[in-house]
């Protein structure tokens, strides 16, 4: 008799544990697929009104969206880009990201925008082509990093960079720089708009 109580409980147990994996993966689909309603409204055209409560990607979602930071997206793009400039550096490089989000020259997806140029070796966003491991080194940049692209995501940051598509390290001068109207200058980095709004 006793035998069988330790098959039924070990049974149950094992019953549970599929059922909690399967409600995970069903939670993290829907968490997805919100990601891809706001990430598809952010690219729309002059899209300005904000998702409504039930519409913002949670932290608790945001997590399950990309459990270990293996998806090129914008968390990542902010935490390489900007990992010792605290929040407002790290904002900035998110608006720079979601300024490109759809507009003209650019393409539609945030993984699409990071990724572009390396086709032809020419990234637009360093850390993606420099050839080193893109894992993040330290926890609690990585946390404000993963934090901002949610944010940003939902459209819950202010523009820090009006309205910038560019930007480049401080001590650097790039030949591009003088095609450009200079917005702002935060932490580290010299961020740029085009003349016409058009991207080049």
Not at 56 to 67: F, L, N, R, S
Not at 89 to 113: D, Q, S, W, Y
Not at 134 to 162: C, F, S, V, W
Request: hydrophobic letters at 35%.
């Amino acid at each position: 008799m006793r035998q069988i109580w330790v098959v039924i409980f070990l049974a149950t147990i094992l019953l549970a544990g599929q059922a909690t994996a399967a409600d995970q993966a069903q939670k993290a689909e829907a968490a997805e697929n919100k990601a891809g309603v706001l990430e598809q409204n952010s690219a729309a055209k002059g899209n300005k009104t904000p998702p409504s409560p039930s519409e913002i990607i949670t932290k608790t979602e945001a997590q399950a969206v990309d459990p270990v930071g293996k998806e090129p997206l914008d968390d990542r793009t902010i935490y390489w880009e900007a990992k010792r400039e605290g929040a407002a550096g790290m904002e900035a490089i998110a608006n720079v990201v979601m300024n490109r989000l759809g507009h003209k020259g650019f393409p539609n997806t945030i993984c699409e925008v990071v990724r572009q140029g390396h086709e032809r070796g020419a990234c637009q966003f360093s850390w993606w082509c420099d050839g080193r491991s893109d894992d993040a080194e330290e926890d609690k940049p990585y946390a404000i990093a993963k934090e901002t692209a949610r944010k940003a995501l939902n459209r819950q940051l202010p523009d820090r960079t009006g309205g910038a598509m560019y930007f480049h390290q401080r001590k650097l001068t790039p030949g591009w720089s003088g095609k450009y109207i200079k917005t702002v200058e935060i932490g580290e980095h010299v961020f740029y708009k085009p003349h016409s709004g058009a991207a080049k």
